[in-house]
């Protein structure tokens, strides 16, 4: 756990990436540079459709609700509705820029709703910023445990952590390490404890096991889902997600939001929405990433790492040779000239693995086979075309 100590002045820490900046200077000194796979950011083509209602929206002049346009959130129930089986309220839909903004901002405003309490949970291999975002707000961080599988285990947190317990966070399929928690029992877990459960599922439209499930499945009743169009829709420029469930918790965090200014510009929304109305781009991109996460798993194979297939996600969460997850990334790229991250980044029971995201296009993956002399045949490529044009 941890938290600011009273009256000591906040440091903040080194940014987790600025950890890789001499790894990823060997990387860079290969012919034809390195291959980023420690960061997840997108690296293929949005909808050309998406572009072309940016530039055409005509939303530049006024300012947008903070809450989102009615286009906006229609097109966000619709998606839910289309592709998680969920019925929710547009009125109940609430646009956020980006999520990583609501993660790390979520525990002041629901502090000021319950100054009583001071704690957020996460899971113990996680998304920096849940342990972040508590850090910012004077809170205390407090990591779940979680199983062989990379699950949580709710029975584990302590009951005092329990009673000061401001939220929840989970995060399915989960990142780092591509586990499927099972959100109902996290959602009865919370309405059993009083604690409101927010649930990460910017990677939901890549769930690999099984279809995509949202927290929302089971009820509203003390929950939150987050959604961005990121990692769906190949768009982390834009800024654009939003988050609904409980309707008391989202319309509280919308009006505090609303004060503070916090608004997806005008145009941002009207690409989202054209995004979000569009299933094709995601099912050819699933693709490409299903290709890849094979392709390299056979390429870690040879060098001796045996990686499971995740059970959603883009990344690869393997166990480093030996254990030694820096020594493995700093041999990836000194030879392969490949940059990946190391699991501590994400708590300190990653330790022992390493990251890879899988952003990068096939031929680019063969380069780091070919530099580390791995023969290993790869599939042919999706077609780099995303989307209606």
């Known amino acids: 756990m941890s938290g600011p100590a009273g009256g000591t002045p906040f440091?903040?820490?080194?940014?987790?990436?600025?950890?890789?900046?001499?790894?990823?200077?060997?990387?860079?000194?290969?012919?034809?540079?390195?291959?980023?796979?420690?960061?997840?950011?997108?690296?293929d083509p949005a909808p050309v459709a998406v572009a072309a209602a940016l530039a055409t929206s005509g939303a530049e002049a006024g300012y947008p609700f903070s809450v989102g346009s009615a286009r906006y959130r229609e097109a966000a129930a619709g998606w839910m509705a289309r592709r998680l089986g969920v019925t929710v309220d547009p009125s109940t839909v609430y646009a956020c820029v980006g999520t990583k903004e609501f993660v790390s901002t979520l525990p002041q405003w629901l502090r000021l709703r319950r100054p009583d309490l001071d704690t957020v949970l996460h899971p113990a291999v996680s998304y920096p910023s849940y342990a972040m975002g508590a850090t910012l707000a004077g809170c205390r961080s407090v990591e779940v445990p979680v199983d062989d599988g990379w699950r949580l285990d709710l029975s584990a947190v302590a009951p005092a952590d329990v009673s000061r317990a401001l939220c929840l966070w989970v995060n399915s399929p989960g990142n780092p390490a591509g586990q499927l928690d099972d959100?109902?029992?996290?959602?009865a877990w919370g309405r059993a404890h009083g604690v409101p459960v927010f649930s990460d599922e910017c990677y939901v439209e890549y769930t690999w096991e099984g279809p995509p499930r949202t927290i929302l499945a089971g009820g509203v009743d003390g929950v939150v889902a987050v959604h961005s169009l990121s990692k769906r829709s190949n768009a982390a420029g834009l800024r654009a997600g939003f988050y609904t469930g409980d309707a008391a918790l989202v319309r509280y965090l919308s009006e505090v939001r609303k004060h503070v200014g916090m608004l997806v510009p005008g145009p941002i929304q009207a690409a989202a929405a054209v995004a979000l109305d569009d299933d094709v781009h995601v099912d050819l991109q699933r693709e490409r990433y299903r290709q890849r996460l094979g392709y390299f798993r056979s390429v870690l194979a040879v060098l001796g790492v045996d990686v499971a297939m995740p059970g959603g996600g883009f990344y690869l969460w393997a166990p480093a040779p030996d254990g030694d997850a820096w020594g493995f990334t700093e041999r990836l790229a000194a030879e392969g000239g490949c940059l990946v991250s190391p699991g501590d980044l994400y708590g300190e029971a990653g330790a022992g693995h390493v990251r890879v995201a899988l952003v990068r296009d096939l031929d680019r993956l063969a380069l780091v086979a070919e530099r580390m002399g791995v023969d290993v045949p790869g599939p042919r490529p999706t077609p780099r075309t995303s989307g209606p044009a």
């Open 11 to 43: 440091e903040p820490p080194v940014y987790p990436y600025e950890r890789l900046i001499g790894a990823k200077e060997k990387a860079e000194a290969h012919p034809g540079g390195a291959v980023d796979l420690s960061i997840g950011t997108p690296t």
């Open 183 to 187: 959100l109902d029992a996290a959602a």
